[in-house]
């Protein structure tokens, strides 16, 4: 059973950091596409970024320069490091991973999911 569990979400001024992170078990976590999305209230679930094998690399616009995907593969860690942070990237973040390539940020092309952490943004 592949599990994937966040941690670090929490309420932040804005222009502020956090740093996500996401443990994955029982799959080989180089081989697969892992990647962040979050879900504000009322709102589809977005893709924020994705890393495939390779270190290979994917982001949504709105977060471009600001936050960065990276893994830890001998931890089977993935990370997200946000900075300056806006209420816009208030939202429920998830991680999520899917069979290689690594070219999309469609949540529907992703078969496992973890609980969320929730980040908050204040003005």
């Known amino acids: 059973q592949v599990e994937l569990a966040e941690s670090g979400g929490d309420s932040v001024q804005a222009g502020g950091s956090l740093r996500l992170a996401c443990v994955a078990s029982?799959?080989?976590?180089?081989?697969?596409?892992i990647a962040w999305f979050r879900q504000a209230p009322g709102k589809e679930r977005e893709g924020v970024a994705a890393?495939?094998?390779?270190?290979?690399?994917l982001y949504a616009d709105s977060v471009k320069g600001r936050f960065t995907i990276s893994g830890d593969d001998a931890q089977n860690t993935l990370y997200l490091q946000m900075n300056n942070l806006v209420p816009e990237d208030t939202a429920m973040y998830f991680c999520a991973a899917k069979r290689m390539p690594c070219g999309s940020l469609v949540a529907i092309n992703y078969n496992y999911w973890g609980q969320g952490t929730q980040v908050t943004v204040s003005s």
């Open positions: 890393i495939g094998s390779g270190g290979v690399t």
């Open positions: 029982q799959f080989a976590f180089s081989s697969r596409c």
